[in-house]
């Protein structure tokens, strides 16, 4: 899914700015500070109803099934978009849901986080969008207070008086309110930053330095497996599905896993190590992982920011072919020879990727947008910015062209 979002949504901790005093007074003011918000879990699961299509200005993340985009609006709920012509989409509904964050599409069913829970939604006829499942507890983590049934659902912000001799009009925005965060948090099919993926039958969900199998055989009665551990390795910041094996990003490289013998116990095969620390979205592409790293993150304040490209055609042995030093890397995205660099404020790198020869060429830098995150598929590139979302053909490498807006964002 475009997460649109680097370390796991549900626990942003809220950094709070204590009174400060010393023998002189200062001036006091008010100050803002941002504090944990929660919701009734009644509340939360009785949110469900579909309504006309809405505008989606606070995006908690972007998924692509076939010709339909699922756009989160923050703990409101999933706005669907059909892009059949990626230059003039249709919007067809929007599902109020609260406390959502993460999606995926199995045969019709829109499998979907509402609160705790986890919820089947039937959108085989988007005239008749139906909740036709939910499974409660699922996502135990994301209880504020279980003794009153709160679920941590957000940030709201709140005045303090303070005495500090700095600057009274500077506010600490809450993590998960950024624009990044936000907009490029929760990238889903194609994306390289999510924690939710499908494979086969199964839907994977990256959870601590643990995964859930969830058994979606009949994706309208899914089946919650218990959660696989692996020890010793970093809290996972993302995962992506290729090709029978799990590829999980950490803050020191990409643990590689196989699901094929046993969907719902995946595992170990190895370890990608970069010897660098970072949050690591990463996508593969027949024998070739890529994934990058950036500095002044929660992952790495300071170190290297590089894209790595490792060789995986031996799973158990991945060996690092490529290691190329970039400006602040985000989201990456390759299709065939195509590979996406997002780089925030420097626009997005496209190099061509030469696989036979295992040699990457810069084509250009398109620096007319502030780049999250991307999903690549069809010849349309679908790109998470800090003010909106587009869609952009890539028919032509040499000649990117923008097709639309399809959202635009209020920070």
Known sequence: MLNLKKSLPFFLVAMISLPMFNACKKDEFKRSIWVK???????????FSVEAPRPITHPAGV????????????????????????????????IKLSSNSHVVVKSNVLIADNGVDLVSIDISDLNQIRLVNRIQNVFTEKWLNEQD?????????????????????????PANRTAENNAALAIGKGGSETRFTLNENYLYIARGNALTPVDLTQASKPVVKDPVGYTGYPDFET???????????????????????????PHFVSF?????????????????????????????????????????TDKTAP????????????????????????????GMAVYNWDESNKKLSYLYQKIDLYAFDVITGNN????????????????????????SKVASYDF
């Open 319 to 346: 060996r690092l072919e490529f290691n190329l030093t970039l400006d602040q890397p985000k989201g990456l995205g390759i299709d065939g020879n195509l590979l996406f660099i997002c780089q925030g404020n420097k």
């Open 239 to 265: 995962v992506y599905s290729y090709q029978g094996y799990l590829y999980v990003g950490t803050s020191d490289g990409v643990l590689i896993l196989n699901n094929t013998i046993s969907p719902a116990t």
């Open 380 to 403: 349309t590139l679908i790109v998470a910015a800090d003010n909106g979302l587009y869609l952009y053909d890539y028919t032509d490498p040499n000649n990117i062209k923008r097709l």
């Open 37 to 47: 918000k929660g919701q009734s879990v009644q509340d939360i699961r009785a949110s």
């Open 149 to 173: 049934s709160s679920v941590f659902v957000g940030y709201e912000e709140q005045k303090i008086s303070t005495f500090k001799s700095y600057n009274p009009s500077d506010t600490i925005p």
């Open 63 to 94: 998924y692509r099934s076939g010709n339909l985009l699922f756009l989160l609006q923050e703990n409101e709920g999933i706005g669907i978009m059909d892009i059949t012509n990626p230059a003039s989409p249709v919007d067809k509904a929007f």
């Open 272 to 312: 990608a190590s970069r010897n660098v620390r970072g949050c690591d979205p990463v996508v593969v592409q027949n024998n070739f992982m890529f994934s990058t790293v950036r500095t002044g993150t929660v992952c790495n304040q300071f170190g290297q920011s590089a894209l790595f490209i490792h060789d995986v």
